[in-house]
């Protein structure tokens, strides 16, 4: 158990719709990333948040949008949801940005019917 | 752009024998970290080890070692006494200390250890 929770573990949607995945880091981190893990892409970073502010971006869509809550834990939005959306979705935290290790949670499985 | 390539998208392994899984990498940063991962079938990514880019010393963790060869960019993940529950996938991963800590995988390695 590497202490990042995440929930829901699965999530079945339709197309069009929005859900939002949550995530909580180990106790003392202060850095939250979100990973995407499809089939077809592979492990794709994107987005980091530190201490509640934004910190870096990677491959996530406009229809995708994140943010960290003071307590620290964070909420990954994605709405207009297509078929391609479908992918196992990962949070991962870190003691601070830069020069750590990240802890993966369990990741919420999305599939979008 | 960091890259990472991890080249056996399958393996094969005796059990109690070692495995190692390959894996390059290429970046511009003159500091970096390597990772290794693990991803069962249920899933979840186990963090295995970890080398800094000027670690004089391969990094060790249990049955896990890692040989990091700098001149020739490459950190290969050596599993020695293979059991039946190493069977997953694995995955390779640098940090890159150029915008933010974002991590870049590789497209994995499926180990199967064989009875």
């Known amino acids: 158990d590497s202490g990042v929770t995440q929930t829901p573990k699965h999530l079945i949607t339709a197309t069009g719709q929005r859900v939002t995945l949550r995530c909580s880091p180990r106790?003392?981190?202060?850095?939250v990333y979100w990973y995407q893990q499809s089939l077809d892409q592979g492990l794709q970073f994107l987005i980091q948040y530190y201490n509640g502010e934004e910190r870096a971006k990677g491959n996530i869509l406009e229809r995708f949008s994140a943010q960290q809550f003071p307590d620290l834990h964070s909420e990954l939005n994605l709405s207009s949801l297509e078929l391609g959306d479908s992918a196992l979705y990962f949070c991962a935290s870190s003691v601070s940005p830069l020069q750590d290790t990240q802890y993966f949670g369990p990741g919420t499985r999305l599939t979008v019917l | 752009a960091q890259k990472i390539t991890q080249t056996q998208p399958g393996m094969f392994v005796q059990e109690k024998e070692a495995v190692t899984l390959d894996c390059t990498y290429d970046t511009s940063d003159p500091s970096y970290g390597l990772f290794w991962y693990k991803q069962p079938s249920s899933g979840e990514m186990i963090f295995l080890i970890y080398?800094?880019?000027?670690?004089?010393q391969n990094a060790t963790e249990g049955r896990y070692s890692l040989n990091f060869q700098k001149a020739r960019k490459s950190a290969n993940l050596v599993i020695s006494a293979s059991q039946l529950g190493d069977s997953a996938m694995y995955f390779c991963a640098m940090r890159g200390t150029t915008g933010g800590n974002q991590f870049y995988f590789g497209t994995g390695t499926s180990l199967t250890v064989i009875p």
């Open positions: 106790s003392g981190d202060l850095s």
């Open positions: 080398q800094g880019s000027y670690d004089q």
